[in-house]
């Protein structure tokens, strides 16, 4: 239970407590007091200590400031971060042209001042893998342009918790100027020297240098040892005396003399003497130098020995020319273009012109009235001036004291003598020529009349001569036609007549079949021997008429062709088996044979009439001349194709050609049978329409006793134009084709 408080008591407790809590509160103050003293000493303390590092670090800041602004080079501090410019020396605009304002919180790509800005990325990225730049070449640009050749120096800093470069660029665009100056001085220094060099040791004059002291040759080129015979190494150290190369000491001694009292020498003749004790006449120039200090000689020296004697054979050539100038048989005379005033003329010319030459001199034959042809006279002058030469041409003059015209031949040409151009003139007179040639036309005149007679007489011969001749190959040819229609006519002789017979037994037994069947007669076994021989019968029509059909089909196509002579498209093979059929009959009841070797499809575009009558003339003469009254024997024809052309072989194995024959075996009216029926135009013949028509060639080998080979070279494609045709080949009258359109149609 608790008792109750008076209210002394408890002041007296309150009184306690607020002193307890007051004592309490002001040990507290005490002690922060205290605390507060020691801090505002140690606050006064590191102020102090601040104020003193920062009058320290301003102090270092000014020195560097100081360094950094002095620098004779451009000192740059660029955030790696951006780019950006942080600070720069007072290099900056006199190195670059840029106010400071202008570069900073910038980019140095933006402004432009570097000639490559791959070289900024590369150093950059150099520095931000830890490495450092050290005296890289870069080029900066300057404001207006021109380039600045530095080397940069370059490094990471770390400033302010920033990565920054600081790059020093030294200007050395001065150094490379004089470095560029010293090689090309040293360059033009190298060339001069090569140059002298090329020039002393390739002039084809020689050169020597000597010492003007002793005399001793110091340098020679290789002109000097093509000269005189003596090496460079011979040459240098010895004298131009102890080689010999005054052969006149004279002369040596004069040109000394002048080249001291002037000091150079121009072109002064002298003659050198060579190794092998020979003489050359030379021209020397000569002139003295300073040289490392020593006085020296340098002599060229010009070889004009054959310039000399050029002179002297010019000269003796002018001799010569003045002599026979004056001894020419021909009027000769030597004028000036400009004026056309005589320079000269020879004793030939005075007798051709009647006058002394004396009085001519300084005066023109216009002048003098010696030409008949003014325009003619000019046309001469003119053609001279142009430089042509006039040869032979055939002028009129008047010559003094012969009281006529006399007809001359002039030929001129241009010369140039003593500095002037002239004109060298020759006159031939023809006159006495020309009265002889009037009276050789006059002969010839009725020489010509009789030629002309008697050509006409010979013209009328000739005439009638081709004509005899073109009767000739137009019986040559009607007879082979003639003789190869008689052999077909043969030929079809057998299935036509069988075909006849064949027929009448057919129509007898029809008409007794219709009489039994009218009568009422007709029993099945007749009518069934009926049907079969009228089969048989069939049959043996349609055999006969096929082959009369296919040799008449032959015969039209191969007689067409030969008559007509139009050119068409054909196939050879074809061609040559149809022509080979309608020659079938020359080989029956003979022991000879025709084959034909022609297996591949050799298209042409060509005459097939000309063909057929080569070959018809060729198997004819082959059995007339080479098989007739032997036992036996065969004629071949081999066709081999080429890309453009064809060849045809026509051999046999008959009694051959001798070779005296074989030489003119395609000569007209050439034949071994003259008086048996030959005409000696069937090979003639052959030739013409191989050469001509079918615009081929053929050739022809024989042996006696081996047989004869015809080898025809054809073209697939016969030439465009019509060939010439000749009268012996192909007859002037065109002979009436075959028809056989009245029989009417065959197939």
Known sequence: ???????????????????????????????ETSRNRI????????????????????????????VFQFLPELVTLTSLDDTRLMDMNRNWTPLLGHSREQGLGRSSIKLGIWQRPEDKSEIFAALATGMEVHDRPVTLRHRDGHPVNTLVSARLLHIGGHDCVLAVFRDITEQVRLERAERAAAEAQRI???????????SPDYITISRVSDGKILEVNHAFAQ?????????????????????????????????????????????????????????????????????????????VTEQKAAADALQESQARFAAIFASAPVAMSLTRIDDRTHVDANPAWERLFGLDRTSVLERSTGELGFWVDQDVYDGLYARIARDEIVEQQEVRIRPRGRGEIATCLVSGCRLRIRGEDCGLWSLVDISELRRIQGHIEELNEGLERR??????????????????????????????????????AHELNTPIGNSVTVATTLAARTTDMAREHAAGTLRRAHFDSFVASALQASELLMRNLTRAQELVRSFKQVAVDQASEVRRPFELGEVLREIAMTLGPMFHSTPYSLEIDCVDHIPMDSYPGALGQ????????????????????RIEVIVRPAPESVSIRVCDDGAGIGEGALQRIFDPFFTTRLGKGGSGLGLYIVYNLVTRSLGGQISATSEPGKGTCFTLSLPRTAPSADAPRDALAIPSRATPGLNFDGAGPIS
């Not at 002041?11 to 509160?25: D, M, P, Q, R, S």
């Open 192 to 202: 001069s020297e090569a140059m002298f060099s090329a020039a002393f040791h390739g």
């Open 1 to 31: 239970m608790t008792l109750p408080l008076s209210p002394d008591l408890l002041v007296v407790l309150l009184t306690i407590t607020l002193a307890a809590c007051l004592g309490l509160a002001l040990q507290r103050l005490a002690r």
């Open 227 to 303: 000269l005189v015979g003596w090496s460079r190494d011979e040459a240098i150290g010895t004298t131009s005396v102890e080689l010999g190369l005054w052969p006149i000491p004279e002369e040596r001694i004069a040109l000394v003399d002048l080249v001291v009292q002037h000091g150079a020498l121009r072109n002064y003749p002298c003659t050198i003497g060579t190794r092998n004790q020979g003489r050359r006449h030379c021209l020397v120039n000569a002139s003295t130098v300073r040289i490392e200090g020593q006085d020296c000689l340098i002599a060229i020296v010009r070889d």
């Open 451 to 488: 030629v002309a007679e008697r050509t006409g007489e010979l013209r009328t011969a000739l005439e009638t001569l081709h004509q005899a001749r073109d009767e000739l190959v137009r019986s040559e040819k009607l007879a082979a036609l003639g003789s190869l229609v008689a052999g077909i």
């Open 614 to 633: 080569i070959l018809t003339n060729l198997v004819t003469n082959a059995l007339i001349h080479g098989l007739e009254g032997r036992p036996a024997g």
């Open 39 to 66: 801090l505002e000493a140690r606050v006064g303390q590191e102020r102090e200590h601040r104020q003193a590092t920062e009058a320290a670090l301003e102090a270092a800041h000014e020195r560097f400031t100081q």
